[in-house]
């Protein structure tokens, strides 16, 4: 006698919840974001922003001297360079394909006066050291600051009045400057002293010289940030500067401002404008970009290096991927382009691939 077959359990209402949601989370798993994120192959294939060389502009501080380095204390691996070691470095920053220097002074302090006199010097270092890295490496741009900051004794961008920055005077005084360099052979004028219409009076004076063709990158949102202190170090202004910069420098609680200021340096004639700091106002870079899809770059300021630099340097992050990290969180942002301390080791890595 032939045994019935054992029927199917029916499942009870807990079992049968129990596989709706197992079906229902089956077909959610259709989408699996992870597939694209296999192996490294496929990540580069899908990748929406990359990292390249000729994203990169290295800031080089310059000194007095000969065949000299110095380093700057609170920059682990930066140096200050005399010029003819700033121009041996153009040559390697050619080498490795960086576009161009931006180049920073540390002037002598018998050499600064209320008035930044040494600004409009054609032998000051600036001068010489755009004068000896064009004559050795042409193919190399040469981005020149435009600021008194370096060049004044109480280490502000702009001529004083007692306590009160005079706008209208120092811009004078910075188109003047910016013509200098220029004629030096400065590439790209970068003001970025913060002084109401020193754009337009810049490629005003650049243009009825005949300097038709040199760019202006002006620094258009810039912050009164505390991330400049390292920066103040490397070029001698930490122990000079009298006050603080908040009555031209942006307040940084402010978004919507930015974009008047880049609006107006816009109008002015700017070719391409500069959101300073960098990782700390991301969504200046994106909202910059994003309104205007002109040239924008950020300035990885001196204080976001030294952070990265120092930490490395203890061993308590790894430096070479936190570096490339900070750097695509610019791309990512909307920037062209960074000014960053980090741009050799960046090209070098790129170059190892």
């Known amino acids: 006698m032939s045994s019935s077959p054992t029927p199917f359990p029916r499942p009870n209402a807990r079992d049968a919840a129990a596989l709706e949601y197992a079906v229902e989370a089956r077909l959610d ?14 990540r580069r294939l899908v ?19 000969r065949a000299h380095r110095e380093p700057v204390a609170s920059m682990p691996g930066v140096f200050r360079l005399s010029v003819d070691e700033a121009a041996a470095e ?21 050499l600064r006066d209320a008035h930044g006199s040494e600004a ?15 004559e050795r490496t042409p193919q190399i741009g040469i981005v020149t600051d435009v600021a ?6 109480h280490g502000h961008d ?5 306590e009160r920055i005079l706008n209208d005077e ?6 003047a400057q910016a013509l200098l360099q220029a004629r030096m052979g400065a590439d790209v004028i970068a003001p970025s002293d913060m002084m109401d219409g020193r754009v337009g009076a810049i490629r005003l004076a650049l243009d009825d010289a005949g300097f038709h063709d040199v760019q202006i990158m002006a620094y258009a949102a810039k912050y009164a940030s505390a991330f400049y202190g390292p920066f103040r170090d490397a070029v001698g202004t930490s122990k000079t500067l009298v006050g603080d910069k908040r009555t031209y420098q942006m307040d940084p609680a402010n978004a919507r401002e ?9 109008e002015e004639g700017a070719d391409m404008v500069m959101v300073k700091p960098g990782l700390a106002y991301l969504d200046i870079c994106w909202r910059v970009k994003d309104t205007f899809g002109v040239p924008t770059f950020a300035y990885q300021v001196s204080g976001e290096y030294a952070m990265i630099a120092a930490a490395a340097e203890r061993g308590w992050i790894d430096g070479e991927r936190a570096m490339t990290e900070s750097l695509l969180a610019f791309k990512r942002a909307g920037c062209d382009g960074v000014l960053t301390y980090f741009a050799p080791r960046v090209a070098e890595a790129l170059r190892r691939g």
């Open 47 to 65: 990748r929406e922003n990359t990292l390249t060389v000729d994203d990169l502009i290295w800031p080089i501080f310059l000194v007095e001297g």
């Open 258 to 266: 930015a974009l008047r200021e880049v609006a107006l340096d816009l």
């Open 158 to 162: 702009g001529l004083m009045e007692g």
């Open 120 to 134: 409009l010097n054609e032998g000051n270092l600036v001068c010489r050291a755009t004068k000896l890295i064009k």
């Open 90 to 110: 153009a040559e390697r920053a050619a080498e490795l394909g960086i576009p161009a220097l931006a180049l920073f002074p540390f002037t002598d302090p018998a």
């Open 170 to 175: 120092t811009v004078a005084t910075l188109a």
């Open 29 to 42: 798993l259709r989408h699996r974001l992870r597939r694209n994120r296999k192996s490294d192959w496929a």
């Open 148 to 153: 008194l900051d370096p060049y004044t004794s």
